[in-house]
C-alpha cells in the first residue's frame, strides 16, 4: 500500500510541476500584408500557465503602438470602443485561446505594430510587448477596368 501512495503522490507532483513549466505564450506572423480599402486578420494563438479558465474569465486586448513608448487600445472585449468597434474586430475565440483580430477598412495609417495583453480573471495578466504583428498596407486592388475581357 505504502507503493501505491508513493506512485500516487509522485504523479500529483509530476502534474504540479508540468502545470506550473507552461508560461505565458503567443503566436502570430511578425508580418501581415493588407490592401488599402480591404481588410486583413492577424492571426493570434496564446497560452497560459494555470488551470484552464472559462472564456468569461478572458479578456483580450489589443493595442496599436505609436512610437516612443506609447499605446492605443484598439480593442477591449470588456469595454465598448464606440468609435472603434467596426474597425477592430475579434474573430478569434478565447475559449480555443484565439485571439485573431480583423482590421477593416485598411488605411495606410493602420500601419504599424500590434501588439496582445490577455487578463484571466483571478490568475494574472500578460502584455506582449516584445512579439508583434506589423501590419503593411499596399495600394488599392486594380480596378476592374484594367482587366482586359477574355474572348
Known amino acids: 500500500m505504502d507503493f501505491l501512495k508513493a506512485v500516487i503522490v509522485e504523479y500529483f507532483l509530476i502534474q504540479v510541476l508540468i502545470q506550473d513549466s507552461k508560461t505565458w505564450e503567443v503566436d502570430l506572423p511578425q508580418k501581415v500584408i493588407g490592401i488599402q480599402d480591404s481588410c486583413v486578420v492577424i492571426p493570434c494563438t496564446f497560452n497560459y500557465p494555470g488551470v484552464e479558465k472559462q472564456s468569461n474569465d478572458i479578456t483580450i486586448i489589443w493595442y496599436k503602438y505609436n512610437g516612443n513608448s506609447q ?54 495578466a500578460f502584455s506582449f510587448i516584445t512579439q508583434a504583428a ?13 482587366f482586359k475581357q477574355l474572348s
Open 71 to 124: 499605446y492605443t487600445e484598439i480593442y477591449h472585449k470588456k469595454k465598448n470602443l464606440n468609435a472603434l468597434a467596426d474597425k477592430y474586430i475579434l474573430v478569434g475565440d478565447s475559449r480555443k485561446k484565439d485571439c485573431s483580430l480583423k482590421i477593416t477598412n485598411l488605411q495606410k495609417t493602420d500601419e504599424g505594430y500590434y501588439h496582445l495583453r490577455v487578463e484571466i480573471a483571478q490568475l494574472d
Open 134 to 146: 506589423y501590419v503593411s498596407v499596399s495600394g488599392k486592388n486594380l480596378s476592374h477596368s484594367s
